[in-house]
């Protein structure tokens, strides 16, 4: 536990960084992304990248994020994911989840 997780009270917390490739661009994926973010207390972004894939920064308790991960896998209805990539980032505290 780092000592900003400890000061802010979120000693379980942890961000990932992840890019989610396939049709997930056009299809609302952000927007989905931020509502699933916000229903789950993550803080964060969601961004389209000129290569066609998202990337998102999830920063919450692990268990929220496990959760946000799975989802990730799926995205909305109209997205068609056919790969994600996670890396475990530092905590930062975030004040909300953000659709760049």
Avoid at 43 to 62: F, H, I, K, Q, W
Avoid at 83 to 89: L, N, R
Wanted: aromatic share 8%; net charge positive.
């Amino acid at each position: 536990m780092t000592d900003l997780q400890q000061r802010s009270g979120w000693a379980g917390a942890r961000c990932i960084r992840c890019f989610v490739s396939g049709r997930v661009q056009g299809v609302f994926f952000r927007a989905s992304a931020a509502h699933e973010a916000q229903a789950l207390g993550i803080t964060g972004y969601a961004r389209n990248l000129p290569d066609g894939r998202v990337e998102v920064l999830a920063c919450g308790d692990s268990a929220a994020l496990d959760t946000f991960k799975s989802w990730l896998h799926r995205g909305p209805a109209a997205a068609e994911v056919s790969a994600v990539a996670c890396e475990t980032q530092d905590y930062r505290p975030l004040s909300d989840f953000s659709t760049r």
